[in-house]
């Protein structure tokens, strides 16, 4: 079982930046791809962002796109999400998502996630 722990959540003022990790342990070499959903206050989780776990190919929610970053570091077993120019309405706890399949939008194709972790956008 892939297990995955995210880290870097936290306050942030409107317009700032802030950088989530995912650290992936466990029989990684199982996953073709990774990904980032959120879930905000009285909303569903929602897509933002996967990439390819082997490759460049990455794909982002309209929401996000221009603004946040989805990376990985294969050697290190880690995920990133770079978050800029942050709005209120990117308040949710943001999770980190494993997909044995492949990479996509729906959260379905991932059969492993994180606990998540609260990223607040307030002034």
């Known amino acids: 079982q892939v297990q995955l722990v995210e880290s870097g959540g936290g306050l942030v003022q409107p317009g700032g930046s802030l950088t989530l990790a995912c650290q992936a342990s466990?029989?990684?070499?199982?996953?073709?791809?990774m990904g980032w959903f959120r879930q905000g206050p009285g909303k569903e989780r929602e897509f933002v962002a996967a990439?390819?776990?082997?490759?460049?190919?990455?794909l982002y929610a309209d929401s996000v796109k221009g603004r946040f970053t989805i990376s990985g570091d294969n050697a290190k077993n880690t995920l990133f999400l770079q978050m800029n120019s942050l709005k209120p309405e990117d308040t949710a706890v943001y999770y980190c998502?494993?997909?044995?399949?492949?990479?996509?939008?729906?959260?379905?194709?991932?059969?492993?996630w994180g606990q998540g972790t609260q990223v607040t956008v307030s002034s």
């Open positions: 998502a494993a997909s044995e399949l492949l990479v996509g939008s729906r959260s379905n194709l991932y059969q492993h």
């Open positions: 466990g029989p990684t070499r199982s996953v073709a791809a």
């Open positions: 990439i390819r776990w082997l490759g460049t190919y990455t």
